[in-house]
């Protein structure tokens, strides 16, 4: 949908360093990306303004040498034509002074076979600079490759087994497409490998190595780890390069683990809680308010779902194959290009919606609506579930069994009833979706729009998120 992508954290010199790349176009050879860096004292800011760091690519990591010189790696991107068009890893000096960068380019890795290379970090150890890089693309083929070099800026050569980690060879792992690696070494001088992985879900009757068989990726790229050992200078997954589902914790005092909650929020604070996350652009006045009507959030209504503009969408992540989410809202729409409700989103083009209008002659309505693959769908046009006009406040609620959902609605808080259409989950993938840059998972949130411009709003009392 565009927006943040691959920001990258690190610590020096008594502050943190945070990088990022606004994203604005993801399915072209353009990808009109601006990079940003902002510092703080201290992880809860504050924040520095942001500065630029070149529009010429993404991924972007800062490498701080021992001699405090600072290091801007990244991956080019453009519209060029050749037989090695995106495989490329640069890297510029950064003068925290001026806050600039160097304009020399230089080449530290053109990548192998596997092709795009990309998330790109360098680390010191023992003498050797290691660059660890992405390659084989986002999805199945993805893999960690590792380089090592005596100098920053190269020649660097290539890990003995070339792959560090992959789930390629391996269709019937649990955790696959496992790349996009960043090592961490904790006080105990134990090593670990935090990378990307996903949990597909495969359909009933779908060969394994068939179309599809691989399986769907609703829940998106989630975050793994790895053990890692050191062998003749080189790091190695402990296990096998394959991404495994439990690995050796370490050897520190152990602290209780934070069981797994259902969330709640009822909207009592002044902020969103951090598990909701708004399209392209912050939670501010023109999208809604928490302050207007004391522990509700009002949503202002803008752009339908379909837009890739200005919307009032308040979404959370799809965390588990089956969960619950719920809310109750009071809106009252004057006519049909007013609307509000509940969603299961993925990006512009693909997500449904079950909302509360206005038809003349009726009265308020709920109604549901798919668009898939911008394809929309309205099974219940002909005959729209009417609100009773006592009904002050609509609960909503969608319930996700693995590869299908349904949504339900109560006019009391009491009886529910079950909204008579099944969708199916798995559409809302990665997989099914496609194209360029489409990797997030699905987002299950609250929606408000008015493409009249005459003015409306929303009010929601609370959100939970329950997984079953």
């Known amino acids: ?10 610590y020096a010199d008594g502050q943190f360093w945070l990088l990022y790349t606004d994203v604005k176009i993801v399915d072209s050879p353009w990808k009109n990306g601006r990079n940003f860096l902002v510092t703080a004292p201290s992880i ?3 924040w520095s303004e942001p500065i630029p760091m070149g529009n010429g690519g993404f991924d972007p990591s800062l490498f701080h040498d021992d001699d405090g010189r600072k290091y801007y790696i990244y991956r080019p991107w453009g519209p060029r034509h050749h037989s090695n068009p995106h495989n490329t890893i640069v890297m510029q000096e950064y003068d925290p002074q001026t806050c600039t960068l160097s304009p020399e380019r ?23 600079y290691y660059l660890l890089v992405a390659e084989g693309g986002t999805s199945y083929e993805h893999a960690v490759v ?7 800026d190269g020649p660097y050569e290539l890990h003995p087994e070339v792959t560090m980690m992959t789930s390629w060879h391996l ?9 996009h690696g960043s090592l961490l070494q904790t006080h105990t001088g134990e090593w670990y490998m935090a990378y990307l992985t996903s949990r597909p879900q495969r359909l009933p009757g779908i060969p ?8 769907y990726c609703s829940l998106g790229r989630e975050t793994g780890i790895a053990r890692i050992e050191w062998r003749d200078g080189w790091p190695y997954v402990e296990g096998g390069k394959h991404a495994q589902l439990t690995v050796p914790g370490p050897q520190m005092t152990e602290s209780p683990a934070v069981a797994q909650a259902d969330w709640r929020d009822d909207f009592d604070g002044e902020r969103l809680d951090p598990e909701l996350q708004t399209l392209r652009i912050p939670f501010d006045d023109s999208l809604g308010s928490l302050r207007t009507r004391k522990g509700f959030l009002r949503l202002y209504g803008n752009d339908s779902l379909n837009s890739t503009f200005t919307q009032s969408t308040v979404a959370r992540r799809w965390q588990h194959f089956t969960f619950r989410a719920e809310t109750r809202m009071e809106f009252a729409p004057r006519h049909f290009q007013q609307s509000a409700g509940l969603t299961c989103y993925y990006n512009s083009k693909n997500w449904s919606y079950c909302f509360v209008d206005y038809e003349e002659g009726q009265g308020r309505t709920l109604k549901v609506i798919q668009l898939d693959h911008n394809v ?17 406040s609509i609960w909503l609620r969608v319930d996700v069994d693995r590869l299908v959902y349904r ?19 798995w559409k809302l993938s990665d997989d099914y979706i496609g194209g360029r840059g489409f990797f997030t998972g699905a987002f299950v949130g609250l929606h408000c729009e008015d493409i009249s411009g005459d003015g409306c709003h929303a009010d929601f009392d609370y959100f939970t998120y329950e997984p079953v």
């Open 376 to 392: 929309p769908s309205w099974p219940l046009h002909e005959q729209p579930i009417p609100v009773p006009d006592e009904a002050q």
């Open 106 to 128: 230089k080449t530290l890795f053109t990548g192998t076979p596997l092709c795009y290379t990309e998330g790109a970090h360098i680390y010191r150890k023992e003498g050797w």
């Open 171 to 179: 269709p019937e792992n649990p955790l696959q497409k496992s790349g």
């Open 44 to 46: 809860e800011g504050p």
């Open 407 to 425: 949504y339900s609605y109560s006019f009391d808080g009491e009886q529910w009833h079950t909204v008579p259409v099944t969708y199916e989950a």
């Open 208 to 215: 394994l190595l068939g179309s599809g068989g691989r399986g």
């Open 146 to 152: 590792v380089l090592r070099s005596k100098t920053i």
């Open 1 to 10: 949908s565009g927006g943040i992508w691959a920001p990258c954290l690190s």
